[in-house]
């Protein structure tokens, strides 16, 4: 068999490395609900500042500086103008984001671009009443405690804008305009996104910058101008209170978990004399728990030896010829029908070995069994799906491949990508899309069938994710996953794809050998889809054969496999936990916050501690029971028709006690819990520390270069550790990602870098500035600062 290529060093470093860029976090958490509010944030941040030398010396002592509590303590105050709605005004219509704004407002009529504050809103005529369209950004509101401070649990909360609750918020020019377009307005009417968190952004659009109880709502899962018009003309007269109130319990269990939860993470590791960063959310408890508790399984395995064992059979029968003729025979290769076949079981017993000697040269009986087997197209894609198959086929990650969905979304070229449904309805009108694609992609003479395949899934909001049937130049990572939308949608109006599979089977006394092969005999949609099915051909045999060779091969039983992206969010799917838009960045922030490494993820000495700590002294925030059970109260306020807050409260009510219970247990236990976090911490930095030392400092020759990140410059450089005695350092390239590269320069003998950069090749270099391989570089580079110099 030939072997497979060998992995380049740098395809190894670059699969071991997830995410690709910070890049990926950000656009993750855009709709996300976060954990860690920046309030909070801000609150620690002004509590402590050192200038940082790298992120992993985020452990430090607590200065003794005393925090001022006059900034603390000082309330934000909040209260939204309140405003009429005037007779005769016009129809406000506000979206989810800028761009939703221009394809609604260019889908109902003619509009006008206007400008305030630099912020694009459009006006136009629609049958003789006039019609404004702007946009929010996202969500213009957030949570915050009317009363600052860091003791727990915390549960007097309320909406303000963002501007409020930060700094140079670049969402103040969307509220100004919006506050500003209401007040001429007669009547509102939200189309935002059409789930939980666009409700939500809708809600707090209506109640706190229009003043109002109410609006009218447009319900879309295409930005396509048809189903624009359709969702204007049908339009609901009140906003989707399921859904509105459903998302607003949401964001207060997180706030009440993630601000109480990190807060008592923090003060534990506080009475240790330290300071450091935690976090642990509702959903993200339970999802590290499935990594770490299958890390432990991997940690308590013992592989045991086994052994296979496989025969080689010819049906050339011997006529009467000696042995030693057939021998040579097979070794010639003239059997035209030999065949290996395995035994088929492992043996664990050494000693069964034994039974397999001394049958080479003798006669097997031999059988085929033929069976069809038929595969019908998978069913439509929903979020999940599609991050899975998307992972499987490129390598995207579950959040850049949700980033990539929405942007195609909002381009009008497919439906809305956050959907678990895997229906398809006529009402989308797929005909006309399936005419239009299919003549395109040059598949006609394929599409068999007039309804489509769908799944058992449904998702009251949106059907599965289609193609709309616009078109746009696309390229790179846009490109392949539009096209794995369209042909996935093009391969459910296919035929059944028909697989011969044969098993051939040799017995010899009480032994049983067999071989399996495969053989597509209808592609079907398959010629559509890609698919990784792999055939492979095996003679017919039947009756007498003559075992030819036999060969026993020696294995190891293997430890579980480690959850990759893909197969974690599929996991975190099939339990209930979280929801389809929430849980690609959850992940994210258990990478960002050190408890998971790699692509094959890996619990860190951080992660797992965290987890084991929590076992021992509150083991109700890793339970996943209860977050399920939130999570299908949510889904039930969603569903409802009347009596929302009676509901909110309740669940409200629930995780409050819920979060005094873990206050409790912390209070007992915080000094413990404190320790074994502070114990996995420095352990978890020396395991980076190593894994980013480069080499012995050549300055000092004490200490060791290491790769380091500035925060205040945002910028990685190299250090020795022997700072603040040696205060040798080297530059990095500006952007991307730097890791070792496991290669010695063969110029200078440095340890080389490389550079990932998203689009871009991975470059690899030497940082020694005197090395040969960057004089020229050198060179060029004086020669500009000269140019420049002259021109000064
Ligand atoms: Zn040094
Ligand atoms: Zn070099």
Same mark, same amino acid.
């Given at each position: 068999?030939?072997?497979?290529?060998?992995?380049?060093?740098?395809?190894?470093?670059?699969?071991?490395?997830?995410?690709?860029?910070?890049?990926?976090?950000? +656009?993750?958490?855009?709709?996300?609900?976060?954990?860690?509010?920046?309030?909070?944030?801000?609150?620690?941040?002004?509590?402590?500042?050192?200038?940082?030398?790298?992120?992993?010396?985020?452990?430090?002592?607590?200065?003794?500086?005393?925090?001022?509590?006059?900034?603390?303590?000082?309330?934000?105050?909040?209260?939204?103008?309140?405003?009429?709605?005037?007779?005769?005004?016009?129809?406000?219509?506000?979206?989810?984001?800028?761009?939703?704004?221009?394809?609604?407002?260019?889908?109902?009529?003619?509009?006008?671009?206007?400008?305030?504050?630099?912020?694009?809103?459009?006006?136009?005529?629609?049958?003789?009443?006039?019609?404004?369209?702007?946009?929010?950004?996202?969500?213009?509101?957030?949570?915050?405690?009317?009363?600052?401070?860091?003791?727990?649990?915390?549960?007097?909360?309320?909406?303000?804008?963002?501007?409020?609750?930060?700094?140079?918020?670049?969402?103040?020019?969307?509220?100004?305009?919006?506050?500003?377009?209401?007040?001429?307005?007669?009547?509102?009417?939200?189309?935002?996104?059409?789930?939980?968190?666009?409700?939500?952004?809708?809600?707090?659009?209506?109640?706190?910058?229009?003043?109002?109880?109410?609006?009218?709502?447009?319900?879309?899962?295409?930005?396509?101008?048809?189903?624009?018009?359709?969702?204007?003309?049908?339009?609901?007269?009140?906003?989707?209170?399921?859904?509105?109130?459903?998302?607003?319990?949401? +964001?207060?269990?997180?706030?009440?978990?993630?601000?109480?939860?990190?807060?008592?993470?923090?003060?534990?590791?506080?009475?240790?004399?330290?300071?450091?960063?935690?976090?642990?959310?509702?959903?993200?408890?339970?999802?590290?728990?499935?990594?770490?508790?299958?890390?432990?399984?991997?940690?308590?395995?013992?592989?045991?030896?086994?052994?296979?064992?496989?025969?080689?059979?010819?049906?050339?029968?011997?006529?009467?010829?000696?042995?030693?003729?057939?021998?040579?025979?097979?070794?010639?290769?003239?059997?035209?029908?030999?065949?290996?076949?395995?035994?088929?079981?492992?043996?664990?017993?050494?000693?069964?070995?034994?039974?397999?000697?001394?049958?080479?040269?003798?006669?097997?009986?031999?059988?085929?069994?033929?069976?069809?087997?038929?595969?019908?197209?998978?069913?439509?894609?929903?979020?999940?799906?599609?991050?899975?198959?998307?992972?499987?086929?490129?390598?995207?990650?579950?959040?850049?491949?949700?980033?990539?969905?929405?942007?195609?979304?909002?381009?009008?070229?497919?439906?809305?990508?956050?959907?678990?449904?895997?229906?398809?309805?006529?009402?989308?009108?797929?005909?006309?899309?399936?005419?239009?694609?299919?003549?395109?992609?040059?598949?006609?003479?394929?599409?068999?069938?007039?309804?489509?395949?769908?799944?058992?899934?449904?998702?009251?909001?949106?059907?599965?994710?289609?193609?709309?049937?616009?078109?746009?130049?696309?390229?790179?990572?846009?490109?392949?996953?539009?096209?794995?939308?369209?042909?996935?949608?093009?391969?459910?109006?296919?035929?059944?794809?028909?697989?011969?599979?044969?098993?051939?089977?040799?017995?010899?006394?009480?032994?049983?050998?067999?071989?399996?092969?495969?053989?597509?005999?209808?592609?079907?949609?398959?010629?559509?889809?890609?698919?990784?099915?792999?055939?492979?051909?095996?003679?017919?045999?039947?009756?007498?054969?003559?075992?030819?060779?036999?060969?026993?091969?020696?294995?190891?039983?293997?430890?579980?496999?480690?959850?990759?992206?893909?197969?974690?969010?599929?996991?975190?799917?099939?339990?209930?936990?979280?929801?389809?838009?929430?849980?690609?960045?959850?992940?994210?922030?258990?990478?960002?916050?050190?408890?998971?490494?790699?692509?094959?993820?890996?619990?860190?000495?951080?992660?797992?501690?965290?987890?084991?700590?929590?076992?021992?002294?509150?083991?109700?925030?890793?339970?996943?029971?209860?977050?399920?059970?939130?999570?299908?109260?949510?889904?039930?306020?969603?569903?409802?028709?009347?009596?929302?807050?009676?509901?909110?409260?309740?669940?409200?009510?629930?995780?409050?006690?819920?979060?005094?219970?873990?206050?409790?247990?912390?209070?007992?236990?915080?000094?413990?819990?404190?320790?074994?976090?502070?114990?996995?911490?420095?352990?978890?930095?020396?395991?980076?520390?190593?894994?980013?030392?480069?080499?012995?400092?050549?300055?000092?020759?004490?200490?060791?270069?290491?790769?380091?990140?500035?925060?205040?410059?945002?910028?990685?450089?190299?250090?020795?550790?022997?700072?603040?005695?040696?205060?040798?350092?080297?530059?990095?390239?500006?952007?991307?990602?730097?890791?070792?590269?496991?290669?010695?320069?063969?110029?200078?003998?440095?340890?080389?870098?490389?550079?990932?950069?998203?689009?871009?090749?991975?470059?690899?270099?030497?940082?020694?500035?005197?090395?040969?391989?960057?004089?020229?570089?050198?060179?060029?580079?004086?020669?500009?600062?000269?140019?420049?110099?002259?021109?000064?």
């Amino acid at each position: 068999m030939p072997k497979k290529p060998k992995k380049t060093t740098e395809e190894k470093v670059i699969e071991d490395y997830f995410p690709l860029d910070e890049e990926d976090a950000e +656009h993750a958490t855009e709709k996300q609900v976060k954990e860690t509010i920046p309030d909070f944030k801000q609150i620690v941040e002004k509590e402590y500042k050192k200038p940082e030398r790298s992120s992993l010396e985020r452990v430090e002592k607590i200065p003794k500086i005393k925090i001022k509590k006059s900034k603390a303590t000082r309330k934000v105050k909040y209260s939204p103008k309140k405003i009429k709605l005037k007779k005769g005004g016009y129809e406000l219509i506000v979206t989810e984001k800028p761009q939703a704004a221009s394809k609604i407002a260019s889908a109902l009529g003619n509009p006008k671009r206007k400008d305030s504050k630099g912020i694009s809103y459009y006006e136009l005529e629609r049958k003789g009443k006039k019609i404004i369209v702007a946009c929010a950004v996202g969500h213009l509101f957030t949570l915050k405690q009317n009363i600052p401070g860091s003791e727990i649990p915390i549960f007097e909360i309320s909406w303000i804008p963002n501007y409020l609750a930060r700094k140079k918020d670049f969402t103040k020019k969307y509220y100004d305009t919006l506050l500003k377009l209401a007040k001429d307005s007669g009547s509102i009417t939200i189309a935002t996104d059409y789930d939980i968190e666009g409700e939500v952004i809708g809600l707090n659009v209506v109640r706190f910058i229009c003043g109002q109880k109410d609006a009218k709502r447009m319900k879309f899962s295409t930005l396509t101008t048809q189903e624009l018009n359709k969702a204007y003309d049908e339009k609901s007269p009140h906003i989707d209170w399921g859904q509105a109130i459903a998302g607003e319990t949401r +964001h207060y269990l997180d706030w009440f978990y993630g601000i109480n939860l990190s807060r008592a993470l923090m003060n534990a590791i506080k009475t240790t004399g330290r300071f450091k960063i935690m976090s642990i959310g509702r959903v993200q408890g339970p999802a590290l728990n499935l990594i770490v508790q299958k890390e432990k399984d991997i940690q308590k395995f013992k592989p045991e030896p086994y052994w296979q064992v496989f025969i080689t059979v010819d049906d050339e029968r011997p006529r009467g010829r000696s042995i030693a003729s057939t021998e040579l025979r097979a070794e010639s290769g003239a059997g035209k029908n030999k065949l290996e076949l395995k035994y088929n079981q492992d043996i664990f017993d050494k000693s069964k070995l034994e039974k397999f000697e001394n049958i080479v040269g003798k006669t097997a009986i031999a059988e085929t069994k033929k069976t069809e087997q038929v595969l019908p197209p998978n069913p439509p894609f929903n979020l999940t799906t599609l991050q899975t198959e998307a992972y499987k086929f490129y390598g995207l990650t579950p959040s850049r491949t949700l980033q990539i969905a929405q942007s195609l979304y909002l381009g009008g070229l497919i439906s809305y990508p956050r959907t678990s449904s895997q229906k398809l309805p006529e009402s989308i009108g797929y005909k006309e899309i399936l005419k239009k694609l299919a003549k395109e992609y040059n598949v006609e003479k394929l599409i068999t069938k007039k309804k489509p395949v769908e799944g058992k899934k449904l998702d009251s909001a949106h059907p599965s994710i289609y193609p709309t049937g616009n078109k746009q130049i696309l390229a790179g990572d846009d490109e392949k996953i539009y096209n794995l939308i369209t042909k996935r949608f093009l391969s459910l109006f296919c035929d059944s794809a028909i697989i011969d599979n044969k098993k051939v089977s040799a017995v010899l006394d009480e032994l049983i050998f067999s071989a399996r092969g495969a053989s597509v005999r209808k592609k079907a949609w398959m010629e559509i889809y890609p698919t990784k099915l792999k055939e492979i051909e095996i003679p017919d045999l039947k009756g007498e054969v003559k075992i030819t060779n036999s060969k026993t091969e020696q294995k190891e039983t293997q430890p579980p496999k480690r959850y990759s992206p893909a197969s974690i969010i599929s996991q975190l799917e099939k339990k209930n936990l979280g929801t389809k838009a929430t849980r690609s960045s959850i992940l994210e922030t258990l990478y960002n916050r050190n408890y998971v490494k790699g692509k094959s993820i890996e619990a860190t000495p951080l992660g797992i501690s965290l987890i084991t700590t929590l076992e021992k002294y509150s083991p109700i925030i890793i339970n996943e029971k209860l977050t399920r059970n939130f999570e299908n109260e949510m889904e039930a306020i969603q569903k409802l028709k009347k009596n929302f807050e009676e509901k909110e409260k309740k669940v409200i009510d629930k995780a409050k006690q819920t979060i005094i219970s873990i206050a409790k247990d912390f209070g007992k236990n915080e000094k413990k819990i404190g320790e074994e976090l502070l114990k996995a911490t420095n352990e978890l930095r020396q395991q980076q520390k190593i894994e980013n030392t480069l080499m012995r400092c050549p300055v000092c020759k004490k200490g060791n270069l290491g790769i380091m990140y500035s925060r205040k410059t945002k910028r990685h450089f190299i250090a020795c550790d022997a700072y603040p005695d040696c205060t040798n350092t080297y530059s990095l390239p500006p952007r991307g990602v730097i890791k070792k590269a496991n290669k010695v320069c063969e110029e200078c003998g440095f340890p080389m870098l490389m550079r990932l950069l998203r689009g871009r090749r991975p470059w690899v270099f030497c940082f020694n500035p005197k090395c040969k391989t960057n004089e020229e570089w050198a060179k060029k580079r004086e020669k500009k600062e000269e140019k420049e110099n002259e021109q000064d």
